[in-house]
């Protein structure tokens, strides 16, 4: 249950019980685990083989998306707590929702799945040394970091664990099993989706008064955050003349963000800072809206394109 413990932004604590935590963390374990079991090895050597749609694309998720990140949060003269909830959700991986975006969108899925498993991978490197980086170099969320004094080596830990422990076994279950992994596949990543809904539903309502006090001031920021990153990913595809399908592709997967794992380590790492738990939350909301919404145009754009294919 969430019990909220101030009344300023920066101030805010939205504290998780043990239980609470310890099932957002299985939940998240499972996304990646879903992901992992619709992953194959040949993906990787399929990402090999287009190294520069797949280097466009980590170069603009791990470097270009968190710089102008940075940058919108000294526009907007964000508060700590705020700007650093925009940058961890910006460090964060993509999810599998990025895949089925993809393919709603007319997009080429095997990019989208190829660039989802080695940024996953990648992100328990670069995730913890971007948070670290951009958090510590920002005027105002510098401080709060110092308050809770955040590790880049017992985040990068965190991640591994709740990245990599759960990636390994599905690819390997993938690899063995192919068959299980897929029914698994169908199973798993639905139902992870539909719980980390659920945590963050029964969060919202458990503070319902904080939320819409303090709404307000992420509201604008996450949909500006939001609206910048998928035209990055649009933009970076155009600009590196990629096939239409790859540009859609390359949009969700720079502008889909695995919000789910920034609020676990808002609450594992930054002791449940208000600001930082309402922009995740609200992220993990607001993204897909944005994204689905994106989808079905696209997909009803008389030049949309069949997969991996250009217009």
């Known amino acids: 249950m969430l019990l909220p413990l101030a009344t300023d932004v920066d101030?805010?604590?939205?504290?998780?019980?043990?239980?609470?935590?310890?099932?957002?963390k299985i939940v998240i374990g499972a996304i990646l685990f879903g992901i992992a079991l619709d992953t194959r090895l040949e993906d990787f050597v399929a990402a090999a083989r287009r190294p520069f749609a797949i280097a466009v694309g980590v170069l603009v998720q791990f470097i270009a998306l968190p710089a102008i990140t940075f940058v919108l949060t000294l526009v907007l003269d964000l508060r700590g707590s705020v700007a650093l909830g925009l940058i961890l959700v910006a460090?964060?991986?993509?999810?599998?929702?990025?895949?089925?975006?993809?393919?709603?969108?007319?997009?080429?899925?095997a990019l989208s799945v190829s660039m989802t498993a080695v940024s996953n991978v990648l992100a328990i490197f670069l995730m913890p040394?971007?948070?670290?980086?951009?958090?510590?170099?920002?005027?105002?969320?510098?401080?709060?970091?110092e308050d809770i004094s955040l590790s880049a080596t017992d985040m990068l830990v965190e991640v591994g664990l709740v990245i990599g422990v759960p990636f390994v076994a599905g690819i390997a279950i993938a690899?063995?099993?192919?068959?299980?992994?897929?029914?698994?596949h169908r199973?798993?990543?639905?139902?992870s989706y539909l719980a980390l809904a659920g945590i963050i539903v029964i969060g919202v309502a458990n503070n319902w008064d904080i939320f819409v006090d303090y709404i307000g001031v992420v509201l604008v920021a996450v949909f500006l955050h939001d609206a910048l990153a998928l035209l990055l990913g649009y933009g970076v595809g155009r600009a590196a003349r990629l096939p239409a399908g790859s540009v859609r592709a390359m949009t969700?997967?720079?502008?889909?963000?695995?919000?789910?794992?920034?609020?676990?380590?808002?609450?594992?790492?930054?002791?449940?800072?208000?600001?930082?738990?309402?922009?995740?939350?609200w992220w993990g909301i607001w993204d897909i809206i944005a994204g689905l919404t994106l989808a079905v145009a696209w997909r009803r754009v008389r030049g949309a394109a069949p997969v991996g294919v250009a217009a």
């Open 252 to 281: 969700f997967e720079v502008g889909i963000r695995n919000a789910g794992l920034g609020l676990l380590l808002v609450f594992t790492y930054f002791d449940g800072l208000g600001g930082m738990a309402l922009v995740a939350a």
């Open 11 to 24: 101030d805010i604590r939205i504290v998780f019980e043990e239980s609470s935590l310890t099932t957002l």
């Open 175 to 184: 690899r063995l099993w192919p068959r299980i992994a897929a029914a698994g």
């Open 129 to 145: 040394l971007n948070v670290a980086f951009w958090g510590n170099l920002h005027p105002t969320g510098q401080d709060v970091l």
């Open 91 to 109: 460090c964060c991986p993509p999810g599998n929702v990025s895949n089925i975006l993809t393919h709603r969108a007319g997009g080429d899925v």
């Open 187 to 191: 199973v798993i990543g639905p139902i």
